[in-house]
């Protein structure tokens, strides 16, 4: 169960082995860490779609022996957004599934396109070469793909899942690769005004013009940090919930936690760290919020948390599924790259041409009117996406750090770097442990619609509930694996040694080097 992986010059981690088996692979090339990330994350697109892909967005944090930058390549909804023609049929809250409105612009390729050209040294066609032959050649589904797959054949545009019944058979996706062949050959505009770009703008009848598509989507950004436990630790800017993880982080670092992270009171002051960042998320979070990591607001948070017992949050504090992996090449050069639909295969919506199932980012908008983060044309929505990437004091890469988990994701990352840094544990060891999280009301990306009613979810072996129960906590316990996340780490010893854990959640994760 605590199965950490170790090697002198290069790691691979992700959620299928034939993923990390294609970024091994352009490592042994002399590729870079970012060409690795590519190659492993083009395999994804093809053999998870019940995770991520082509149709999807994404974010990554790149240390290359130096600095740390990060690519904010999320789409933006499309020119004709309209919020209130979607108020006008009634909806409260953006359409989850089923409805082209909850599809922004997928950002998955042009995020691949700037990384390409920052830090590649292999050409785009080698990169995407594995990834082409398994969508022309079939692969066998994964454990993870048949629960969706029969869903997902239905809807038009869907007959790459008609043959998945079970793990093991064998799926084909020619769509994928002419789309893959696309960018291989001409760029993002293979793709984006090519057959899927074309498909797309049919598809959403006025959505999109082809002005939106010939826009390249991704930004170089300025990194969000922190301190904690002797370390900075990175994530994303809004409009990614990165600052969740390091609000989370600086406010349980002055907390007095116990030494051992089997005793309740570890749970209890984590997840209440958890809930005080992000009960007001909705309405403080949007692309171009500001500010919200300032030290005076993260003391008088950390100041309301009592030991003792669960903390009502009714006062303000104020006056989707995913796909994670991490690489780190010889040079040094680490990649924390997170790519994802959003909810499973996404708004279960399938551009017709290529099949390619898009993602459903656009539920993070808001229908309020005025909201800084209502759904609009040419606006990013709020997005879960939250990849970590930490640093040791003199500014030399300690790991790469991510999972899937929806609203959850800051609070799986919480527990799995303090289990690292505070406490020491190997990357085996702090992925697999059993977790806590924020209960949802289902969809998992409704944590923050009633923080105060949030049940705590104790996963399978945790042994925190009695505990719990005795603070306050309304505690519910869910089987090892169902819904906690699937996070994977690398981590770069002190002598150069790289130990690097996938999570045996994902039943084919791989973390695999050279």
Request: glycine share 12%; aromatic share 6%; proline share 7%.
């Amino acid at each position: 169960m605590h199965n950490t992986r170790y090697a002198p010059s290069g790691m691979v981690c992700s959620v299928d082995h034939l993923a990390s088996a294609a970024g091994l692979a352009m490592l042994e090339r002399g590729g870079s860490a970012a060409d690795a990330a590519i190659a492993a994350n083009a395999v994804l697109a093809v053999v998870a779609p019940h995770m991520c892909g082509l149709g999807g967005d994404l974010f990554a944090l790149v240390h290359d022996g130096a600095t740390v930058t990060a690519l904010n390549a999320s789409g933006r909804a499309g020119s004709g957004a309209d919020p209130a023609r979607l108020r006008a049929e009634g909806h409260t809250r953006m359409p989850h599934l089923h409805d082209i409105r909850s599809v922004t612009v997928p950002g998955c390729v042009d995020g691949w396109v700037a990384l390409h050209a920052k830090y590649a040294r292999l050409p785009m066609a080698e990169l995407l070469a594995p990834a082409i032959r398994l969508a022309e050649a079939g692969f066998p589904a994964s454990p993870l793909m048949p629960a969706g797959a029969a869903s997902a054949a239905r809807r038009p545009g869907g007959g790459d899942f008609a043959s998945v019944r079970a793990a093991g058979d064998r799926v084909t996706r020619p769509g994928v690769a002419r789309a893959l062949k696309a960018v291989a050959e001409r760029g993002r505009k293979g793709f984006y005004l090519g057959e899927f770009g074309q498909g797309l703008m049919e598809l959403g009848a006025g959505e999109y013009i082809e002005a939106d598509l010939a826009l390249p989507g991704a930004d170089w950004v300025e990194p969000l940090k922190t301190r904690a436990y002797g370390h900075d630790v990175y994530s994303m800017p809004p409009n990614s919930q990165g600052y969740l993880l390091l609000m989370s982080l600086a406010i349980a670092e002055g907390l007095d936690l116990p030494a051992s992270p089997a005793h309740p009171a570890w749970a209890h002051l984590l997840a209440e760290s958890a809930r005080i960042a992000g009960h007001d998320r909705l309405d403080v979070l949007h692309e171009d919020a500001k500010d919200l990591l300032d030290p005076a607001e993260i003391d008088r948070r950390r100041a309301r948390i009592d030991s003792r017992s669960r903390l009502r949050l009714a006062a303000p504090a104020q006056p989707g599924d995913t796909t994670y992996l991490c690489v780190v090449d010889g040079d040094g050069m680490g990649v924390s790259l997170i790519q994802s639909n959003a909810a499973g295969f996404g708004s279960m919506v399938f551009e017709p041409r290529t099949g390619i199932n898009l993602h459903n980012r656009g539920i993070g908008f808001s229908l309020k009117p005025g909201h800084p983060a209502e759904y609009g044309p040419g606006r990013r929505p709020p997005h879960t996406l939250t990849p970590a990437l930490i640093t040791r004091p003199d500014g030399t890469l300690r790991s790469v750090v991510g999972t899937m988990g929806g609203d959850a994701q800051p609070q799986i990352l919480l527990q799995v770097i303090t289990r690292l840094l505070r406490h020491g544990e190997e990357p085996g060891r702090a992925i697999a442990a059993p977790r806590w999280r924020l209960g949802t009301g289902g969809t998992g990306f409704d944590t923050w619609d009633a923080p105060d009613d949030a049940v705590l979810d104790l996963e399978e072996g945790a042994g925190w509930s009695d505990g719990l129960a005795a603070l306050g906590h309304r505690v519910a316990a869910l089987p090892y694996g169902s819904s906690f996340g699937h996070a994977h780490l690398i981590d770069v010893r002190e002598d150069g040694m790289l130990a690097g854990a996938a999570d045996p959640r994902s039943l084919v994760g791989s973390a695999i080097g050279r």
